[in-house]
């Protein structure tokens, strides 16, 4: 069996990695929320960022399901281009008072439509915005789940809750869980959604963009090698 040129052997390693790296990156993508922790009594800004998971469809629609047992008695969206976005609410099991106002309903669930045209196709991902607060005590466990709609009529149901310690589920709902404000010095919080982990401080870094990106280098490594290869050839000729 002929031997390779150490420099072909090396295109073949990168190659090789890249695409070992690939389904590994794809398995990772799920909807989720950033931050995932943030401090209680404040309020936030929480982005669900939805990667399309189709090869043959496009994401059209995408809900998310507040607390109710802890609500979010104030919930506004940030205008997303050629989506719309509605919140809807729900009666409260008891009444809450919210700055001197008795409130018996409050935001149940946010949905978001794409417009003809604007839906996340295959390969590509979206974000959406929500401002809700005032945030619960440190430690409540916020879980949200979320749905997603695709064109073909599909619904993804974004909705297991793993136990503490065990494995992620195949379709993890997105999960909140409240801080210690107490470093805060009464000022209120509104932490920016970012999805950088050392800007949020606690969130956890985004490995399906970590991995994307390791993957475009390697495949650069190869294209250059491939190229270098090209020209020596051309020049041995």
């Known amino acids: 069996m002929p031997s390779l040129h150490p ?3 090396g295109v073949v ?3 090789g990695l890249a695409l070992a790296l690939l389904p590994a990156a794809a398995a990772s993508a799920h909807v989720r929320v950033v931050p995932e922790q943030t401090a209680a009594g404040g309020w936030t800004v929480l982005t669900f ?3 399309n998971e189709s090869e043959t469809a496009a994401t059209s629609q995408v809900t998310v399901d507040l607390p109710t047992a802890t609500p979010l008695l104030s919930v506004s969206t940030k205008p997303v281009p050629g989506w719309t976005a509605s919140v809807e609410t729900a009666p409260l099991p008891e009444p809450v008072d919210f700055y001197g106002t008795e409130l018996t309903e409050a935001p149940s669930r946010v949905v978001w439509t794409a417009e003809p045209g ?5 390969g590509q991902f979206q974000e959406f915005e929500v401002s809700g607060g005032p945030l619960p005590d440190a ?5 949200l789940p979320a749905h997603q709609t695709y064109t073909d009529g599909t619904v993804v149901d974004w909705d297991d809750v793993a136990d503490e310690g065990a494995d992620e589920p195949e379709h993890p709902a997105p999960v909140l869980t ?3 404000g107490s470093g805060t010095e009464g000022v209120v919080v509104e932490a920016a959604a ?3 982990a050392a800007s949020t401080g606690s969130s956890e870094p985004d490995t399906l963009a970590r991995v994307l990106g390791g993957v475009g280098l390697a495949l650069g490594v190869v294209a250059l090698v491939v190229a270098v290869l090209g020209r020596r050839q051309r020049g041995d000729a």
């Open 13 to 15: 390693a990168v190659a």
């Open 49 to 51: 960022r939805v990667p």
């Open 178 to 180: 409240t801080t210690d």
């Open 194 to 196: 970012v999805s950088d």
């Open 7 to 9: 420099a072909r052997l």
């Open 139 to 143: 430690g409540t466990r916020l879980v």
């Open 118 to 122: 604007a839906e996340i196709a295959d």
